[in-house]
């Protein structure tokens, strides 16, 4: 049984820093391609980054040069280090693992593509 357990999100002012945090259990992280996604009300789950098993990453345009995905194999963990965070960063974040490498850019943003999601963690920036 695979789980991940989100960790990390609270209440940051706009410029400030966050790091989430997600667990996976049951499983080797390395094995999976692990995404991150967020959902602001009133809007749809969109993609954030993504980090393979090859450790290659990718990330939204909104959040490039900001943020930063990383994976701790020993942990079973990956990271997203949230920097220089603006209020349009606020949203519940969620991860995501999928077994496939993804075959290309556009698959990896898609939800559908990923196989197990954790229960999500706020993100509250303010002005």
């Known amino acids: 049984q695979v789980q991940l357990v989100e960790s990390g999100g609270g209440l940051v002012q706009a410029g400030g820093s966050l790091r989430l945090s997600c667990a996976l259990s049951?499983?080797?992280?390395?094995?999976?391609?692990m995404g991150w996604f967020r959902e602001a009300p009133g809007k749809e789950r969109e993609f954030v980054a993504v980090i393979k098993q090859s450790d290659n990453t990718y990330y939204a345009d909104s959040v490039k040069g900001r943020f930063t995905i990383s994976r701790d194999n020993a942990k079973s963990t990956v990271y997203l280090q949230m920097t220089s965070l603006k209020s349009e960063d606020m949203a519940v974040y969620y991860c995501a693992a999928a077994r496939s490498s993804g075959p290309t850019y556009a698959s990896l943003t898609r939800l559908a593509f990923y196989t197990f999601w954790g229960q999500g963690t706020q993100v509250t920036v303010s002005s």
């Open positions: 049951g499983r080797t992280v390395s094995s999976y391609a």
